[in-house]
């Protein structure tokens, strides 16, 4: 069983940084490939993919946060980080992050096809 444990939300001012973090357990690293992601849900909207890292180093974004966004993974301290920079109104959401394992390297962004998730930041940027 895989525990996920977000940090780091808040509030800020549009063009303002905020860096996410998530503190992974529970999980054998030599037995699986990990894809992680970091998701993103708004009030009234779907759950979308915002960011997603494999164990290979692979990153895939959306296209709404490219250039902007940033994910990365501390393997010794087994944390996943999301460095957030030019923050819009926009990226307002609850931030979610999420694993998935498989025997095989992974890379994807579609919510559906992740079983461990955390229990969210709130991210709030105002004009």
């Known amino acids: 069983q895989v525990q996920l444990v977000e940090s780091g939300g808040g509030s800020v001012q549009a063009g303002g940084s905020l860096r996410l973090s998530c503190a992974a357990s529970g999980y054998a690293v030599s037995t699986y490939y990990i894809n992680w992601g970091w998701f993103r849900q708004a009030p009234g909207r779907e759950r979308e993919g915002v960011a997603a890292?494999?164990?290979?180093?692979?990153?895939a974004y959306a296209d709404s946060v490219k250039g902007r966004f940033t994910i990365s993974k501390d393997n010794a301290k087994n944390t996943l980080y999301l460095q957030m920079n030019s923050l819009k109104p926009e990226d307002t959401a609850m931030y979610y992050c999420?694993?998935?394992?498989?025997?095989?390297?992974?890379?994807?962004?579609?919510?559906?096809?992740?079983?461990?998730w955390g229990q969210g930041a709130q991210v709030t940027v105002s004009d």
């Open positions: 890292i494999d164990s290979d180093g692979r990153t």
């Open positions: 999420a694993a998935e394992l498989r025997l095989r390297p992974w890379l994807g962004l579609n919510p559906d096809e992740f079983n461990y």
